[in-house]
């Protein structure tokens, strides 16, 4: 970005061309950076082409402006998992090396209905990225709200990656039925 003095208008447009070229999530710090304005305003831009329709999503890795090969692979399923904060990073690097990629979580609360947060996991460097984050940020997993309880959308190339995970993931106790 030049060092003009943007407008909000011109920044959330430059903003916006720049996550539709490039295929890596992009971070809140490193927009702010490039952008030259604080990592909230870049919350505030973000908000605003969403609602504006753009199909801007914020993921465990960054911001990333969804295309449709981008946001599904072939098969998918929803699954119900249950375990404890620990066992997290083991949960997600089973999925991550069946080749299965980890969309998201959500868990339903009783005052607020379903919450869901977008992960977009697909490899061990991700898994090791999220659980990394968690710890330094001291934050809370949304399943903590529901005593372990919480589902996963899981996508992959094939059906036989999608049944094989479930069968380990049931192996390991972490899969509801």
């Not at 903003?15 to 809140?28: M, N």
């Not at 959500?106 to 919450?115: A, C, F, K, N, Q």
């Amino acid at each position: 970005m030049d060092r003009r003095k943007k407008t909000g208008e011109e920044r959330r447009q430059f903003i916006l061309d720049w996550l539709k070229k490039t295929t890596e999530p992009l971070t809140g710090q490193v927009i702010a950076e490039k952008t030259n304005v604080s990592r909230q305003i870049v919350v505030q831009d973000i908000s605003l082409l969403k609602a504006r329709n753009e199909p801007v999503m914020a993921t465990s890795q960054g911001y990333v402006y969804l295309t449709e090969q981008r946001s599904t692979l072939p098969f998918k399923k929803i699954i119900a998992c249950r375990h404890v904060p620990k066992d997290t990073e083991r949960e997600l690097l089973m999925m991550v090396d069946h080749g299965v990629t980890v969309r998201d979580v959500s868990v339903e609360h009783p005052i607020y209905g379903e919450l869901t947060a977008t992960l977009m996991i697909k490899n061990r460097r991700d898994v090791i990225d999220f659980i990394k984050r968690m710890d330094s940020t001291n934050a809370a997993y949304l399943s903590d709200l529901t005593e372990g309880v919480h589902l996963h959308t899981i996508e992959a190339d094939t059906e036989e990656q999608l049944s094989s995970l479930c069968q380990e993931l049931e192996q390991a106790g972490f899969l509801l039925k």
